[in-house]
């Protein structure tokens, strides 16, 4: 089952948008023989539905397209029936479909709900009406029900991580009004097309058109790890959206005609699917692998050219630097199996290999019994011992009887309910439970938490206490992770010394980047200090027995900057002069294959550059994975009048939920640098900042990490 054209959809409810490309819009993505297309933004549904017409109009005979919509193809089991006498889906678009008068604006869609809620007793189903001010729908319940008439999820949302129900009209995705819009496009879709078009898992996937319902979040690590840089973006990186549906059409495009096939083989139920659930590593996987960057690998030699710059390029933007080292940066470090250490950097996914629990228990100290109560209160006979975690009970619940259990004890077959000691009241080897309870009360299921198979932590993950918990829950001992990365530290200068004469000054880069090395949770390896003189900065390049090397010092182009000069003379070095303040020059190279991070001599803008450039680049060589710094919006409690051209990072602090700035920029002022608990950061462009404009805070505890 192999397509020629895969087109996927990020649908919207909401009101049409502005033509200016933005998030919560409607977003095409489309692959093409293992190519993805520029994503097309398209600001209405109406607008959609011509674009994709035309794009399923145009195809040549023979070829075959999946096309995905993010909205749900239909609600859970029982919902058809009552609502149009029918289990298919499609009665239920029609029935929505004659509600629905028009697909731009879309509010008579909370109407039709209000009157399928009507149907039902109880509150709902269908919940949370964006329009609660403008258009009250008593029948539509904000939050906080209490009696639902149908359940909540399909059972496909069970597995699929971070669905949220199809009867949500409001806030964050509102799957509900994506779907009620939705509706329409598909029976259009269906009437324009007829018999080539098929949806899927309905009707089957055989036909030259198949429409399917997907989730883009089911591989949001991957999507997430994957945005292209952005500068016009507030978060500087592509729209969220837009890169959901560039990345899965690429994902779908990449897979194996075996693996697409394992997408497609699941139950036909009425409640329909969500292609790819179960399948999101694959899916992920197979994305990697196109962009030709595997899981990660034991290489350990960077290619030669890997700094280079694009010919004729001078200045650099922050974005442009970062978004090259992100590019052609790969894991370098060695890799290792063992016993899990926290900080560790996983080099594979780890697996469960076992479930969690293992077998259904009990959550509660109390008498298990055989389905619900229905009474106020049942009298059983007690069954002879008990089951205590450990402990199980000997077979399995003789019929009708209650048996005593313990919090953490298996149920024993034939029994699925625990009813609390507190509702019992034991007397002469028979127990009184008092009811109205419900089948599967107070039950832990077999595998809630995880099943034996699942990936219970990706590739490049950072170990944390509570990752080695949860690797011995689930029976792993031994993780494959990345050897912590030697990153040798050298400061260069002949005005720099350990035990400084009057005319020198002590060596303030070296324990301060060795420190914010380890803090990143690599090795530092401390190579000491080298004077202004070429060969014996090469001599200490050549007897550096690490992995990176970050130099400070000597990084410019002027006759004392040995550090650039040695390294163009081994012809790997690049000059990236960076359009940051403090910073600038960044000299980066290969000595011998092993990356070299030149960095500036000024202690600020050592340290500046440290975090914001080498922070990421160590972290993907050590195999942890890009990290973008975590930055917080405040408003200012300073003012600045800022010229376009570069980024500035402030040495910065908050204080009463203000960031207030240090008071001088100078770069060598060291003091500041220790008086700051972070750095603003201002964007490239002018900007006049007074007390109150918001302003990015990057605080250093992540930033140091
Ligand atoms: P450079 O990048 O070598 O031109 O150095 C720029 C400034 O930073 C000069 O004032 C140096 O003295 C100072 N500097 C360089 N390295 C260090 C260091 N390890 N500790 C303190 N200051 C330094
Ligand atoms: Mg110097």
Not at 304 to 317: E, I, K, R, S
Not at 397 to 418: C, E, K, N, Q, S
Not at 426 to 448: C, D, F, M, S, W
Request: proline fraction near 8%.
């Amino acid at each position: 089952m192999i397509w020629d054209r895969i087109i996927m959809v990020d649908w919207s409810g909401g009101a049409a948008k502005s033509k200016t490309p933005q998030s919560d819009a409607i977003w095409i993505g489309e692959a093409r023989g293992g190519a993805s297309m520029e994503p097309i933004y398209v600001p209405d549904r109406e607008a959609a539905l011509g674009t994709l017409t035309n794009m399923l109009a145009e195809r040549p005979a023979g070829e075959r397209i999946l096309l995905g919509f993010d909205f749900p193809f239909a609600f859970p089991a029982g919902f058809a029936a009552r609502l149009t006498g029918q289990d298919d889906p499609r009665a239920v678009w029609s029935w929505f479909d004659a509600r629905i008068s028009d697909l731009k604006d879309g509010r008579d869609r909370i109407d039709a709900a209000a009157e399928a809620n009507d149907l039902f007793e109880g509150d709902g189903p269908f919940w949370f009406n964006p329009f609660e001010r403008t258009r009250p729908h008593p029948s539509i319940p904000a939050r906080g029900m209490k009696t639902r008439p149908l359940p909540e999820h399909r059972s496909v949302e069970d597995s699929a991580s971070g669905a949220l129900s199809a009867w949500r009209l409001g806030g964050v995705g509102a799957p509900g009004s994506q779907a009620l819009m939705g509706f329409p496009v598909l029976l259009r879709l269906k009437e324009r097309f007829g018999a080539d078009l098929s949806f899927w898992p309905f009707d089957g996937a055989d036909t030259p058109i198949v429409v399917a319902e997907v989730f883009p979040s089911l591989i949001a690590p991957c999507i997430e790890a994957h945005r292209a840089p952005d500068p016009r973006q507030k978060d500087g990186k592509e729209i969220k959206d837009r890169a959901q549906v560039r990345i899965l059409a690429h994902a779908l495009a990449a897979l194996s005609e075996a693996e697409m096939a394992r997408l497609f083989d699941v139950p036909n139920t009425p409640e329909g699917w969500i292609l790819g659930t179960g399948h999101a590593d694959r899916l992920a996987a197979a994305f990697e692998r196109s962009q030709g960057r595997p899981a990660p690998t034991r290489k350990r030699r960077l290619p030669g050219n890997c700094f280079a710059l694009p010919p004729g390029v001078d200045w650099t933007l922050v974005d442009d630097a970062l978004a090259m080292l992100r590019d052609r940066l790969e894991p370098i470090a060695e890799t290792q199996r063992g016993l899990p250490e926290a900080g560790r950097r996983l080099a594979r996914e780890a697996v469960a290999e076992r479930s969690n629990p293992p077998r259904a228990n009990a959550a509660v100290d109390g008498y298990a019994i055989k389905g619900a109560l229905t009474q106020e209160e049942t009298t059983f006979p007690l069954a002879e011992g008990k089951a205590a975690a450990g402990v199980p009970f000997d077979g399995p619940l003789p019929g009708g009887h209650a048996l005593r259990i313990l919090t953490g004890a298996f149920l024993p077959d034939g029994a699925d309910t625990v009813i609390l000691q507190e509702d019992a009241d034991v007397a002469g080897g028979r127990v009184t439970l008092i009811g109205p309870q419900k089948a599967g009360a107070n039950r832990r299921r077999a595998g809630e938490d995880f099943n034996i198979g699942d990936t219970i932590l990706e590739a490049g993950r950072t170990l944390t206490a509570a990752d080695l918990g949860l690797l011995a829950a689930a029976g792993v001992r031994e993780v494959e992770t990345y050897r912590p990365l030697r990153v040798g530290v050298l400061s260069t200068g002949d005005e720099i010394s350990d035990a400084p004469s009057a005319d020198q000054i002590p060596d303030a880069n070296r324990p301060m980047l060795i420190a914010a090395i380890a803090a990143m949770g690599h090795e530092a390896v401390d190579l000491g200090i080298c004077g202004d003189d070429r060969d014996a900065l090469r001599a200490a390049f050549d007897g550096a027995d690490t992995d990176v090397l970050l130099t400070s010092g000597g990084a410019s182009a002027g006759e004392e900057d040995h550090v650039s000069a040695l390294l163009t003379e081994t012809g790997t070095m690049a000059l990236w002069r960076v359009a940051v303040k403090p910073g600038r020059p960044l000299a980066l190279g290969l000595w011998d294959g092993m990356p070299v991070f030149g960095l500036p001599g000024n202690p600020v803008a050592a340290l500046v550059c440290t975090m914001i450039f080498a922070r990421p680049a160590l972290s993907l060589l050590a195999g942890g994975g890009w990290v973008a710094p975590l930055g917080v919006t405040v408003p200012a409690a300073f003012r600045k009048s800022k010229k376009a051209g570069r980024r500035e990072y402030l040495r910065a602090r908050l204080r009463d939920g203000a960031a207030e700035v240090f008071a001088s920029e100078g770069s060598g002022r060291i003091s500041g640098l220790s008086w700051a608990e972070g750095l603003v950061e201002l964007p490239d462009g002018a900007l006049e900042v007074t007390p109150g404009t918001p302003v990015t805070y990057l605080p250093f505890a992540g930033l140091l990490r």
